[in-house]
């Protein structure tokens, strides 16, 4: 009964991981031909600029869009569990940029960002401030990116923590209430220890797909802006060399190098969660 399954986590997963894994290890010419270099393409990694340049970009947009993104995201799924009017519709336009085209969003915020004639400066030249170049000058590039990132992620894990949040049965409100206890407090000792299970798989999600960031910095960062080199992640990096350079041996090896960390990083926290996450 799961053979197809099992047939078609080979093929479309297991399979591909593979043949990454043994293509790092290969050196590619013209015509899809490759030779077996052995470790040359991670010994070319350890002398690479950038790759180390990419990795920080990485670890910056990871830094700022993982926590202040759950924080916003339970924020926003605490205020809206509440009994307000009009919450569905607050929650369908906070859903909105989950379901809608990346490339769509890139054009808006590109719009939006736009030195010359974009939203935000126009607003800045109206209390006589002069607005940056948001994507194009490389000391605020990525941070610009990371904004529009946060924002567009809001949305996704705050249907998460809603169904979180109405798991955690009333009788725990109900007791604390009669007990007198604030709002500050149940928040902090019943709500998100109760919660912690959601954000815990929040926080999986969210470290893996921050690791993985590509299509924001591909559509909102031209090909020859100056500010590339501040904002490509080690995805973006990977493309360039598999794609781009047709160093398809050398993007394997980044590739693999990737899942490597994002399997430690996944298993610490898998480790770690003993200590905060509660199931009960």
């Given at each position: 009964?799961?053979?197809?399954?099992?047939?078609?986590?080979?093929?479309?997963?297991?399979?591909?991981?593979?043949?990454?894994?043994?293509?790092?290890?290969?050196?590619?010419?013209?015509?899809?031909?490759?030779?077996?270099?052995?470790?040359?393409?991670?010994?070319?990694?350890?002398?690479?600029?950038?790759?180390?340049?990419?990795?920080?970009?990485?670890?910056?947009?990871?830094?700022?869009?993982?926590?202040?993104?759950?924080?916003?995201?339970?924020?926003?799924?605490?205020?809206?569990?509440?009994?307000?009017?009009?919450?569905?519709?607050?929650?369908?336009?906070?859903?909105?940029?989950?379901?809608?085209?990346?490339?769509?969003?890139?054009?808006?915020?590109?719009?939006?960002?736009?030195?010359?004639?974009?939203?935000?400066?126009?607003?800045?030249?109206?209390?006589?401030?002069?607005?940056?170049?948001?994507?194009?000058?490389?000391?605020?590039?990525?941070?610009?990116?990371?904004?529009?990132?946060?924002?567009?992620?809001?949305?996704?894990?705050?249907?998460?923590?809603?169904?979180?949040?109405?798991?955690?049965?009333?009788?725990?409100?109900?007791?604390?209430?009669?007990?007198?206890?604030?709002?500050?407090?149940?928040?902090?000792?019943?709500?998100?220890?109760?919660?912690?299970?959601?954000?815990?798989?929040?926080?999986?999600?969210?470290?893996?797909?921050?690791?993985?960031v590509f299509d924001l910095i591909f559509m909102m960062i031209g090909k020859g802006s100056t500010a590339l080199e501040h904002t490509q992640s080690i995805v973006y990096l990977f493309y360039q060399h598999a794609f781009v350079l047709n160093d398809k041996g050398y993007a394997a090896a980044i590739a693999v190098v990737l899942l490597?960390?994002?399997?430690?990083?996944?298993?610490?926290?898998?480790?770690?969660?003993?200590?905060?996450?509660?199931?009960?």
């Amino acid at each position: 009964m799961i053979a197809p399954t099992m047939l078609g986590l080979f093929i479309f997963y297991l399979w591909p991981i593979l043949q990454t894994f043994y293509y790092s290890f290969t050196e590619w010419g013209a015509f899809g031909q490759h030779v077996w270099i052995g470790l040359e393409n991670y010994k070319r990694m350890l002398t690479d600029a950038n790759l180390f340049q990419s990795i920080k970009n990485t670890a910056i947009y990871i830094i700022f869009t993982v926590p202040i993104g759950i924080f916003l995201s339970i924020l926003v799924a605490v205020l809206l569990n509440q009994k307000i009017k009009g919450k569905t519709v607050y929650r369908t336009l906070y859903f909105l940029p989950v379901i809608t085209m990346p490339a769509a969003i890139a054009m808006v915020w590109r719009w939006l960002y736009n030195a010359d004639y974009g939203l935000l400066n126009y607003l800045l030249s109206l209390f006589g401030i002069k607005g940056p170049h948001w994507v194009s000058d490389p000391k605020i590039a990525l941070y610009s990116i990371i904004v529009v990132a946060i924002w567009s992620g809001v949305g996704y894990n705050m249907v998460i923590f809603l169904s979180g949040l109405q798991g955690i049965p009333r009788v725990y409100y109900e007791a604390a209430e009669i007990d007198g206890a604030g709002p500050f407090t149940v928040f902090f000792k019943i709500t998100l220890p109760l919660l912690s299970p959601v954000i815990f798989f929040v926080t999986i999600m969210s470290l893996i797909g921050a690791f993985q960031v590509f299509d924001l910095i591909f559509m909102m960062i031209g090909k020859g802006s100056t500010a590339l080199e501040h904002t490509q992640s080690i995805v973006y990096l990977f493309y360039q060399h598999a794609f781009v350079l047709n160093d398809k041996g050398y993007a394997a090896a980044i590739a693999v190098v990737l899942l490597i960390v994002i399997l430690i990083i996944t298993a610490i926290q898998m480790a770690l969660q003993k200590k905060w996450v509660h199931y009960d």
